[in-house]
């Protein structure tokens, strides 16, 4: 079975400051992951993808992930948090098979303080 | 400028009415899904395809149903909306072969008084 666990809903940052946020996986075959944010009333929209290249992956919006196996980890960071990086980001996990099923995480709401 | 589209936005209806959730894309994908989310949840599948004429039920039971006449067309029908069918519906499409990003559409919020 697939999952990705994302610790903690609700992560608040000051402006400037350093952005992590957190995503575990389990899967029982070598997975391929991905971010998306969804700003308030939008659909999703990906930040940035792991399909088995480069461990460290750079996205949109200054945002990275580093793969890290050992960890079953792909933690989501930004060097410096900018106010329109408040909104909800959600990882997922997928196999990478013929239905290309995703799993998704529970989600985790920024919140940039001025 | 190939997009995915959903209408309505926002649908506030009573119990009992029969409700379509328009979903279209044009970005030539053949694959497509429909997702349930709740605040706080993860998002859940509820239905998808794979081309025309072939749709499955996903992990989350639900009293709605699909169709897929046509490759960029894939609308959601719930017969008899009641309050529980209250909640947030994205459809997402992706392209052939793996693993491609899902690309999602703006949702539609739907509230069953």
């Known amino acids: 079975a697939q999952s990705v666990t994302q610790l903690g809903s609700h992560v608040s940052v000051s402006e400037g400051a350093l952005v992590l946020l957190r995503c575990n996986y389990s899967s029982s075959v070598p997975p391929y992951l991905f971010w998306y944010v969804q700003y308030p009333n939008q659909g999703l929209q990906l930040l940035l993808k792991?399909?088995?290249?480069?461990?460290l992956v750079k996205g949109i919006n200054g945002f990275e992930a580093e793969f890290k196996k050992s960890e079953t980890s792909f933690h989501l960071t930004k060097p410096s948090a900018h106010m329109s990086d408040a909104a909800e980001y959600f990882c997922a996990v997928t196999k990478g098979n013929t239905g290309n099923q995703f799993y998704f995480g529970t989600g985790t709401s920024l919140t940039v303080i001025p | 400028e190939a997009d995915i589209y959903q209408t309505p936005r926002y649908l506030v209806i009573g119990t009992g009415k029969k409700i379509t959730l328009e979903c279209s894309q044009t970005?030539?994908?053949?694959?497509m899904y429909w997702y349930q989310q709740d605040p706080g949840m993860e998002l859940h599948l509820i239905h998808y395809?794979?081309?025309?004429?072939?749709?499955e039920k996903g992990d989350l039971s639900s009293e709605s149903t699909v169709s897929r006449i046509r490759t960029e067309h894939f609308p959601l029908t719930l017969e008899s909306a009641r309050p529980s069918h209250t909640s947030q519906y994205l459809c997402?499409?992706?392209?052939?072969?793996?693993?491609?990003?899902?690309?999602f559409g703006p949702g539609t919020r739907l509230t069953v008084l």
């Open positions: 970005m030539g994908h053949d694959k």
């Open positions: 792991y399909t088995s290249a480069a461990t």
């Open positions: 395809s794979y081309g025309v004429n072939s749709t």
């Open positions: 997402a499409s992706s392209g052939f072969g793996g693993p491609f990003e899902q690309f």
